[in-house]
């Protein structure tokens, strides 16, 4: 896969760009949230760019409300910069497919920052002595663009007693990725319930938060390296299932945080 051209965002006015959802990012339903997520991102870096912010300024933090599916196709991408101080900058962006918005987003960029370090997050996972490959069975779909190694007992629709994803990936494209494909990564997994399930249920994401805890910016781990990843479903209540998420860096160093709120029935 060739990540930059996945993430070719043409400019077609102030702040407005447009992108195309191949067919190879088909989700459980329409186009998947988190690709478009990541074009929205790569607008937003574009329109800084153009505004000379400092070079080392990133993405550490995003939200973003799927107000109604997106599907494979052309799409339009509007930035907006709320505000820009001296050294954070923060957009707003929006989706629209088809006469209608389809997503919404708040993006927070920023230069290096120093302040007190620590972490209380949990440890990476236990990679198990055997994993189970996953594929999209031949078909075109997005979970066929990260190579994917889960742990067995977190299999889909296992009837598994946590809600949870254990799982080792990486990118298809190289060893080499950055905060767009990080921002699609986030997203990637299918929903976590579906380990406790035994059978397919419904769990739109309606919300998707991102928060990146290296202002790096990119990153690179070695041709023998995975990025180790945790999904889990912790509450689902009155049709509202909550989930979060924890990506490591090979080292054992924590890169990013997601959260998503789905409809839950």
């Known amino acids: ?7 070719n965002v043409a400019q077609v006015g102030e702040n407005s760009y447009t992108a195309n959802v191949g067919e190879q990012w088909s989700s459980l339903q329409g186009a998947h949230g988190g690709v478009v997520a990541a074009l929205t991102v790569r607008a937003a870096q574009q329109t800084l760019t153009a505004l ?10 995003a939200t973003f409300g799927y107000a109604s599916g997106n599907m494979v196709g052309d799409l ?6 709320i505000r820009r101080g001296r050294t954070m900058v923060t957009t707003q ?13 708040r993006l927070h960029f920023a230069t290096p920052w120093e302040g007190v370090e620590f972490s209380d997050a949990p440890a990476p996972p236990v990679k198990p002595s055997e994993l189970l490959r996953i594929d999209g069975n031949g078909l075109k779909r997005h979970i066929n663009n990260v190579e994917t190694h889960m742990d067995p007992a ?10 949870e ?11 080499t990725f950055d905060a ?9 997994f299918p929903p976590a319930v579906f380990a406790r399930n035994t059978e397919p249920s419904r769990a739109v994401t309606i919300e998707y938060s991102l928060q990146i805890h290296s202002a790096a910016g990119s990153w690179t781990i070695a041709d023998d390296e995975y990025l180790p990843s945790r999904m889990h479903v912790f509450h689902s209540h009155d049709g509202f299932a909550v ?3 924890w990506i490591w860096l090979p080292n054992g160093h924590l890169l990013a945080t997601v959260r998503q709120t789905r409809l839950a029935g």
């Open 154 to 163: 977190t299999a889909p629709l296992s009837g598994a007693p946590r809600g």
């Open 93 to 105: 962006v929006s989706v629209v497919q088809n006469d209608k918005t389809t997503t919404v987003g």
């Open 243 to 245: 989930e979060d998420g």
């Open 76 to 81: 339009a991408i509007g930035v907006e910069v």
């Open 1 to 7: 896969m060739n990540w930059d051209a996945e993430m």
């Open 52 to 61: 000379g912010v400092e070079p080392n300024t990133t993405l550490r933090a």
């Open 180 to 188: 767009t494909w990080l921002t699609m990564f986030g997203d990637y």
């Open 165 to 175: 994803w254990l799982a080792w990936c990486r990118p298809h494209h190289g060893g």
